[in-house]
């Protein structure tokens, strides 16, 4: 079993729209060695979830429920795997948190930011897993999650007056 991790844009498909529909084709790759990491895919295969844009967190964990297949639609070439939810994680995983991890350095995460599909070794993975409970993350977690609330509570202020 090979383990991945896959890069979502939340406002686009969440893991939480993941976690509500119960499966989903995960696409739209163009990337030749994204592309690539893709077709290797396997039923089976352990996935982390990242949310791209204004989160950058792991957030969750997936299992590729079906094998790559060249996505008819796009006429560009790309492949779509079948991705299913496994579990959210209990505090997501910030991408400072792993940059700053010295034994994180050559995780491709780390080192090559577009990248949308990656593999991920065992160590890697249980490494980036150990920071689900620690402190540091829950007080970034908690802290990023306030701020959207502000902003539509700023939102919600100006709208009624």
Same mark, same amino acid.
């Given at each position: 079993?090979?383990?991945?991790?896959?890069?979502?844009?939340?406002?686009?498909?969440?893991?939480?729209?993941?976690?509500?529909?119960?499966?989903a084709?995960? !696409?739209?790759?163009?990337?030749?060695?994204?592309?690539?990491?893709?077709?290797?895919?396997?039923?089976?295969?352990?996935? +982390?979830?990242?949310h791209?844009? /204004?989160?950058?967190?792991?957030? /969750?964990?997936?299992?590729?429920?079906g094998?790559?297949?060249?996505?008819?639609? !796009? !006429?560009?070439g790309?492949?779509?795997?079948?991705?299913?939810?496994?579990?959210t994680?209990?505090?997501?995983?910030?991408?400072?948190?792993?940059?700053? !991890?010295?034994?994180?350095?050559?995780?491709?995460?780390?080192?090559i /930011?577009?990248?949308?599909?990656?593999?991920v070794?065992?160590?890697?993975?249980?490494?980036? +897993?150990?920071?689900?409970?620690?402190?540091?993350?829950?007080?970034?977690?908690?802290?990023?999650?306030r701020?959207?609330?502000?902003r539509?509570?700023?939102?919600?202020?100006?709208?009624?007056?």
């Amino acid at each position: 079993m090979a383990r991945w991790l896959v890069k979502e844009e939340p406002t686009h498909y969440s893991f939480a729209d993941l976690r509500r529909d119960g499966s989903a084709e995960w !696409d739209g790759v163009h990337n030749a060695l994204a592309l690539r990491h893709l077709k290797a895919m396997r039923r089976g295969d352990e996935v +982390l979830y990242y949310h791209s844009g /204004g989160e950058r967190s792991v957030v /969750g964990i997936a299992r590729v429920a079906g094998a790559p297949y060249a996505n008819p639609s !796009d !006429d560009r070439g790309s492949w779509s795997v079948r991705l299913a939810p496994v579990r959210t994680l209990a505090t997501a995983v910030p991408l400072s948190t792993l940059k700053a !991890d010295a034994a994180l350095t050559s995780f491709d995460l780390v080192r090559i /930011g577009r990248l949308s599909v990656m593999p991920v070794s065992d160590e890697q993975w249980a490494r980036v +897993l150990s920071f689900e409970s620690k402190s540091n993350v829950v007080r970034q977690s908690r802290s990023a999650a306030r701020r959207p609330k502000r902003r539509a509570a700023a939102a919600r202020k100006r709208s009624s007056t």
